[in-house]
């Protein structure tokens, strides 16, 4: 069973950058589909990116394509999250998920991909 802890989060103003990092242990975790995710205040949770074990694949929510890009090291059970140009909307807290890649490594999508582990979050706050 693996266990993921988020560290990177913090105040940024508009247009600028932070690094998200998702540390795992307790499991092999070149085995484990990862992803991010988000939650704003008063909304629900969304995807934001996934990655498949090898790292060979990844998917963006539209929203975020182009201004993020997810990343994994799988000799140090790291996954991150590259975000630039940041705006007020990209607010909330981001978590960091996986899910045993089982049959379907390639699918990295919710809900087809069922994300089981989450860490507790970290807060990112993107000022106007």
């Given at each position: ?53 090898s790292g060979g694949t990844t998917g963006y929510a539209d929203s975020v394509k182009g201004r993020f890009t997810i990343s994994r090291d799988n000799a140090k059970n790291t ?50």
């Open positions: 069973q693996v266990q993921l802890a988020e560290s990177g989060g913090g105040l940024v103003q508009t247009g600028g950058s932070l690094r998200l990092s998702c540390a795992a242990s307790g499991g092999t975790f070149s085995g484990y589909v990862m992803g991010w995710f988000r939650q704003a205040p008063g909304k629900e949770r969304e995807f934001v990116a996934g990655i498949s074990g996954m991150s999250l590259q975000m630039n140009s940041l705006k007020p909307e990209d607010t909330a807290v981001y978590y960091c998920s996986a899910d045993p890649s089982g049959p379907i490594p390639y699918v990295i999508r919710p809900p087809r991909r069922k994300y089981d582990y989450w860490g507790q979050g970290t807060q990112v706050t993107v000022s106007s």
